[in-house]
């Protein structure tokens, strides 16, 4: 009797632990303390639902206090699943597939954090060569990592590289021509950007914007302030450009976060990942602590051919493929994320805001 009524009430401090967690992101502060439990949310839920289950299979509801904590944890659950379920199956695909490959208009993109203090250079060419994708894009890339993976210059004739030793460093490879690439430093003179024209073996071109924010995490950025400016600044500009257009990399945030969906409504491009699944990305050691924070999102002028999380190789990060598709009649098919005049005015306070000290 003793041992159930302290498993009732452990499980009833986890039950309103889980409920303040999935309240805090509501708040739509900068602070990380805001902006981190928006990453576990699948994890909130399982444990919150194993919580519904226990309570109710074990307890019998013989007080108020009891019905009130069993309904606020199904509430809590239900918002939860509410909010993962885009990236189920059970989800409308957003991006829609195509009906047939069309070579001279298809592509294959890998983006990998390769982790900077990661040393298997031998095992990321390993993989690169196994799935032999059009354009690759590397991040967290030092000098070491710069002269480790020299070879690719033999395969991929256009490149964008920048080694940096602050974790921020970024390489761009493509076998398909670059048009005007360029490094940009949209918010911090230390993390670089690279927007640039990519040429199809059609002679469609299109926009690639590559991207690294700074994640909203102790020790390496307290606030969020920074990531969702850059995002939000590349978002607008390829609303402006009305051009097909794709966005890749590690944004440092989850794909259900506020910020990542205002993202997609501002910019008007769509999440391959809605309708299909998660594919998390990071941590890749840590199997319970896994986000998708590696994220691809492309104009309505694309169609879906293939999404796959890689083999690792040493990273905390697994890779990502994509093979789109550029379609002339896309846009008719699909519907673009729209921004209401609420999410151009937030977008606009977040890009107006002054960086976090």
């Avoid at 080694?163 to 921020?168: C, H, I, K």
């Avoid at 909203?216 to 390829?238: C, H, Q």
């Avoid at 941590?283 to 602590?289: D, G, K, P, S, T």
């Amino acid at each position: 009797m003793i041992i159930m009524h302290l498993f009732k009430q452990i499980l009833e401090v986890l039950g309103l632990i889980i409920v303040l967690f999935s309240i805090i992101p509501l708040i739509k502060n900068d602070y990380w303390i805001f902006r981190v439990f928006e990453y576990p949310r699948l994890q909130k839920l399982i444990v919150n639902v194993a919580i519904v289950i226990c309570f109710a299979s074990l307890f019998p509801l013989e007080t108020t206090q009891d019905i009130v904590f069993l309904v606020i944890t199904g509430l809590n659950a239900a918002y939860l699943l509410y909010n993962i379920l885009p990236f189920t199956f059970l989800a409308k695909k957003k991006l829609l597939k195509a009906a047939s490959i069309d070579p001279d208009n298809s592509f294959s993109i890998i983006s990998s954090n390769v982790f900077q203090d990661n040393k298997n250079t031998e095992g990321c060419m390993q993989m690169l060569e196994k799935y032999d994708p059009d354009l690759i894009l590397l991040l967290e890339t030092d000098q070491f990592w710069h002269d480790g993976i020299a070879a690719l210059k033999e395969k991929y004739p256009y490149q964008v590289l920048i080694p940096l030793e602050n974790t921020y460093g970024m390489m761009l490879y493509s076998r398909l021509k670059l048009i005007n690439p360029q490094v940009r430093y949209l918010v911090d003179p230390e993390i670089p950007s690279i927007k640039t024209q990519v040429q199809l073996a059609s002679g469609k071109i299109l926009d690639l914007y590559c991207v690294h924010p700074t994640p909203p995490v102790p020790g390496e950025n307290s606030y969020s302030t920074e990531r969702d400016k850059e995002l939000l600044l590349v978002a607008k500009e390829v609303k402006a450009d009305k051009k097909p257009c794709i966005v890749v990399g590690d944004l440092n945030d989850v794909a259900w976060s506020y910020t990542t969906e205002l993202f997609s409504k501002i910019s008007g491009l769509l999440d391959p990942r809605i309708g299909r699944g998660f594919y998390n990305t990071f941590h890749a050691q840590h199997v319970l602590l896994r986000f998708p924070l590696d994220h691809v999102f492309c104009s309505t002028d694309f169609k879906f051919i293939s999404l796959k999380r890689l083999e690792n190789f040493n990273s905390d990060h697994f890779p990502i493929l994509i093979k789109l598709q550029y379609e002339r009649n896309a846009d008719l098919e699909q519907d673009e994320p729209e921004a209401d005049a609420e999410d151009i005015e937030l977008a606009n306070e977040k890009i107006k805001k002054e960086t976090a000290s």
